[in-house]
């Protein structure tokens, strides 16, 4: 945002529409109250949107195909969730267990369920992201892999036939481009969804 000016350039636009987008995202989910958190759910989108982006381009690295990368940014909307759900709320924090409305006899269960649920969080937030980036590129690796194949093993009619799979794979890149907005976006609006927790967890 250096130089900013009032016709927004190229670069300026994309950084004043991402921050839009980010910005609804937020207040969507979490209210007003949510946009103290902005940093960090625009970090981890940018971030995941670019790595994603950028592991289209063969032979480079897919950072959010590791599992380590994913768990430590689902531990760290976790923790933060968890502590300033806390430090906000007090004790009253634990009123996220008890869904209003819920019968007295059943009351134990819905509890029970609702804490499993809260504690796999950062599993689930952080296997969805990894299993479907890492799905998307070991399919491309292996229609990539058919045209070579059919190339070496059937010479000029594998070359021929390996048309089809070359289609396919650019079509599953175009896809992988999709799933790479989309990972982003589900990560970015659950976190929000987590944090809103943390903001009227007493409410």
């Not at 979490?30 to 946009?35: I, Q, T």
Request: aromatic share 14%.
């Amino acid at each position: 945002m250096k130089g900013r000016q009032l016709v927004p350039g190229c670069y300026q636009s994309m950084a004043e529409l991402s921050y839009v987008f980010v910005a609804s995202m937020i207040r969507s989910t979490a209210g007003e109250d949510g946009m103290k958190f902005f940093p960090l759910v625009y970090s981890l989108f940018m971030f995941i949107l670019v790595s994603n982006a950028i592991s289209i381009i063969p032979y480079t690295f897919t950072v959010s195909s590791h599992i380590i990368v994913t768990a430590a940014f689902a531990l760290l909307v976790f923790f933060t969730v968890l502590i300033y759900g806390f430090y906000k709320n007090g004790l009253e924090f634990f009123k996220i267990f008890v869904p209003p409305g819920i019968p007295i006899y059943i009351l134990p269960l819905v509890v029970a369920i609702e804490i499993i649920s809260f504690l796999s969080r950062p599993l689930s937030h952080s296997v969805r992201l990894f299993a479907n980036m890492l799905a998307g590129h070991i399919t491309l690796n292996v229609f990539a892999g058919f045209i070579a194949l059919l190339g070496t093993s059937l010479g000029a009619i594998g070359w021929i036939a390996g048309v089809v799979p070359l289609a396919l794979t650019v079509a599953l890149t175009a896809l992988e481009l999709l799933v790479a907005f989309l990972q982003a976006y589900v990560f970015a609006i659950l976190t929000c969804i987590y944090l809103n927790d943390a903001l009227h967890g007493g409410h």
